[in-house]
């Protein structure tokens, strides 16, 4: 009875200290064991051969490297041949603006010589009404001033004649100075001397009278021809507000800034000359003018094959070819030591919605062995 409730005794130090470095032994084991399992795994996954992904799970990204055989690019469509149409330019006068009275629909097919649009030509014919009653009444000017220059030339041809009669009568006169009298003989001198100078003044004031009549005439003349000319800008003006199609094409309007606003021009707005409202366009021969990143450039070689997208249609696409790249780059949006290029994709086939400006995306189709050589590069 006394021995079952007395305390337990004591466990000697030496038996605690072995037990504790049991549990430690046993912890390093577990440990070693652990990590040597790990090594094994890591050893195996790493040398276990790793599949190709499927060409469908490798995403195209517009403008970069989107898989090691396509590279996806954007640009915009434009045609081959184009010809800008520009507000007529008006010779004489300066017009600030040209109001429009008659245009083609945007999308219309025209012919060579077709008319495309129509500008008002009231003020041209206006000019030239002015100026060509203008020109007649100057003309009539210039007619009397040549007949009163004729008069005064007969006139003044009439008094030299009578003073070169009168020098001959003079001089007549002092050969018989030796019979006249002292005194008739100095007055025949006079007569004589007289005679001369009349004709010499005569002579000369003859040549600037011509002179002057001829300059005041041609003042005339240059009046008349200037208004004659002026006459002829604005026939030709009026000419030129009608505007016809240089080839054969599709009508297309450009956005302009009128009257404030940006838009394209319709009947009755003001244009000013020079100004390029629209454009006839090819569309049998279409291109894409797209930008590439430096990263996209190497591999790509002229004459690759693609094939072209239209954002607005989805299911139209064309083939498209790399015609050229431009060899200048320049800075790019986000980094100076990145550059893009510019690069030119013809097109091949033909369709009506296949028009100028249309966002279209271009995926180049790279053979195995050009994107080895890009990358090596």
């Known amino acids: 009875m006394n021995s079952e409730l007395a305390p337990p005794k004591a466990e000697p130090e030496t038996v605690r200290e072995g037990a504790r470095r049991d549990r430690l032994r046993s912890f ?3 440990g070693s064991i652990a990590v040597v399992i790990l090594i094994a795994a890591a050893t195996f996954v790493i040398r276990r051969p790793q599949a190709a992904p499927s060409d469908s799970a490798k995403p195209v990204l517009a403008g970069t490297r989107a898989s090691a055989l396509q590279v996806r690019l954007t640009g915009k469509t434009q045609a081959v041949t184009s010809r800008a149409i520009l507000a007529p330019v008006l010779s004489g006068q300066q017009f600030s603006t040209l109001t429009v009275i008659r245009l083609v629909p945007t999308g219309s097919r025209v012919k060579k010589g077709d008319v495309l649009a129509e500008f008002d030509r009231q003020t041209q014919l206006r000019d030239f009404i002015d100026k060509q009653a203008q020109a007649e009444d100057q003309n009539g000017k210039v007619l009397q001033a040549q007949a009163a220059e004729v008069a005064a030339k007969a006139k003044d041809q009439t008094e030299l004649e ?9 001089e007549l006169e002092m050969k018989k100075v030796e019979l006249l ?5 100095e007055k ?13 003044q005569l002579k000369t004031t003859f040549a600037l009278k011509r002179k002057a009549a001829a300059a005041a005439i041609r ?5 008349r021809d200037r208004t004659r000319e002026t006459m002829t800008h604005a026939q030709t003006n009026a000419a030129l507000m009608e505007v016809h199609s240089p080839i054969d094409g599709v009508v297309v309007y450009n956005t302009i800034w009128k009257e404030g606003t940006m838009g394209e021009v319709q009947e009755g707005d003001q244009v000013r000359p020079g100004v390029p409202f629209m454009q006839v366009v090819d569309p049998t021969e279409m291109e894409v003018h797209v930008q590439i990143n430096q990263e996209d450039l190497a591999g790509l070689q002229v004459g690759e094959q693609a094939r072209v997208h239209l954002d607005a249609y989805p299911d139209l696409g064309f083939k498209g070819k790399l015609v050229s790249i431009d060899p200048m780059g320049k800075r790019g949006d986000f980094s100076a030591r990145v550059r893009n290029f510019s690069a030119t994709f013809s097109i091949e086939g033909n369709d009506p919605r296949l028009m100028p400006d249309l966002s279209a995306a271009v995926d180049v ?9 890009g990358g090596a590069e």
């Open 28 to 30: 390093w084991l577990l």
């Open 162 to 170: 009578l003073a070169e009669t009168a020098l001959n009568k003079a």
């Open 181 to 185: 009298s002292r005194i008739d003989a």
């Open 188 to 200: 025949a001198q006079e007569t004589l001397d007289e005679a001369k100078a009349t004709l010499a």
């Open 219 to 223: 003042v005339l003349e240059i009046q």
């Open 365 to 373: 189709e790279r053979t195995a062995s050009a994107h080895s050589q």
